[in-house]
Nanobody, 112 residues
Framework: QVQLVESGGGLVQAGGSLRLSCAAS????????MGWYRQAPGKQRGLVAA???????NYADSVKGRFTISRDNAENTVYLQMNSLKPEDTGVYYC??????WGQGTQVTVSS
C-alpha cells in the first residue's frame, strides 16, 4: 500500500482559510479516487471531498462552495483548500486512497 502523510492542519479563526496537503510515498496515478475525510469529536468519520484521476469531484453538502479538492499526480500530492472555515469544520482530517489507503490524520481546529 502507498503511504499517505497529511500536513497543514492547525488552529484558525472562523472565516479563515487553511490548505491541507496529502503527500504519497509512491505514485497516486494508479489510484482512481483520492479523498479527504473528517472525524469530529463524538462523530463517525465522513466524506468531505473526493477527486478522480480525471478531475471529477464530489463534496459533502456542508463544504460545497467553501472547500476545493485538487490533485497533482506528478507531485503525488492531494490538496484540500478550505475557505470560510466554520467551527463545525473542526476535526481530524484524513487523506484516503480508495479503498484501503489512509493517512494518519491532521488536526484542524476552527475557533469561534
Amino acid at each position: 500500500q502507498v503511504q499517505l502523510v497529511e500536513s497543514g492542519g492547525g488552529l484558525v479563526q472562523a472565516g479563515g482559510s487553511l490548505r491541507l496537503s496529502c503527500a504519497a510515498s509512491g505514485s497516486i496515478f494508479g489510484i482512481n479516487v483520492m479523498g479527504w475525510y473528517r472525524q469530529a469529536p463524538g462523530k463517525q468519520r465522513g466524506l468531505v471531498a473526493a477527486i478522480t484521476t480525471g478531475g471529477r469531484t464530489n463534496y459533502a453538502d456542508s463544504v460545497k462552495g467553501r472547500f476545493t479538492i485538487s490533485r497533482d499526480n506528478a507531485e503525488n500530492t492531494v490538496y484540500l483548500q478550505m475557505n470560510s472555515l466554520k467551527p463545525e469544520d473542526t476535526g481530524v482530517y484524513y487523506c484516503r486512497g480508495y479503498p484501503d489507503n489512509w493517512g494518519q490524520g491532521t488536526q484542524v481546529t476552527v475557533s469561534s
